[in-house]
């Protein structure tokens, strides 16, 4: 079982029984938007959500769970849409409550599983989506040295608007030399 240690805080993997709580713990921020939104959603769509994880964990997707050293779950994180062959995908995050997002949690479970992609798996390039307005987001992906590569103008429809979409990306080379 894979466990990576941070500074405060921990990576591990996810059993059912802490997808669930995740699952239950979950608010959504409607300032900091993100996409999808998963609002009403039943608790069987939480064993539903770890059966498709179990499908897919090592194959196309790393999650684990974001452990505090108490080892509470506060959220989760995952290399997504991995392709072997180009040594590259996506990373997405999520910490449940609204009281523990904007402490640094996301940014340092970032940097684990960075350092973790970068040194140990062999990826070579990692990218990151956000909503425009989604501002914490933005400053986890600035803090942790991805570069903004562009945005899709207008792409999302939510709670009524319109919202460019931003795609960050970090190079192995640019992880290893931040001066880059």
Do not use: H
């Not at 973790?116 to 992906?141: D, H, M």
């Not at 903004?148 to 792409?155: S, V």
Request: proline share 2%; with cysteine; glycine share 6%.
């Amino acid at each position: 079982m894979i466990k990576l240690q941070g500074n405060g805080l921990y990576l591990a993997a996810l059993d059912r029984e802490y997808c669930q709580k995740l699952w239950d713990d979950y608010e959504y921020d409607f300032i900091n938007m993100t996409e999808p939104l998963y609002i009403g959603k039943s608790r069987s769509s939480a064993d539903d959500w770890f059966e498709e994880l179990k499908k897919q964990q090592g194959n196309v997707q790393i999650r684990l769970g974001i452990f505090l050293p108490d080892n509470s779950i506060i959220g989760d994180i995952a290399l997504q849409e991995i392709d072997w062959k180009n040594r590259s995908c996506s990373i997405g995050l999520s910490i449940s409550k609204i009281e523990n997002r904007s402490k640094g949690y996301g940014s340092e479970a970032l940097r684990v599983l960075l350092e973790y992609a970068f040194l140990n798996i062999g990826l070579e390039r990692i990218y990151a989506e956000t909503l425009e307005q989604n501002k914490p987001a933005i400053k986890s992906l600035e803090k942790c040295n991805f570069v903004f590569e562009g945005k899709e103008r207008k792409a999302v429809y939510l709670a009524g608007k319109r919202w460019d979409r931003l795609r960050y990306s970090i190079l192995i080379e640019e992880y290893k030399d931040p001066a880059k």
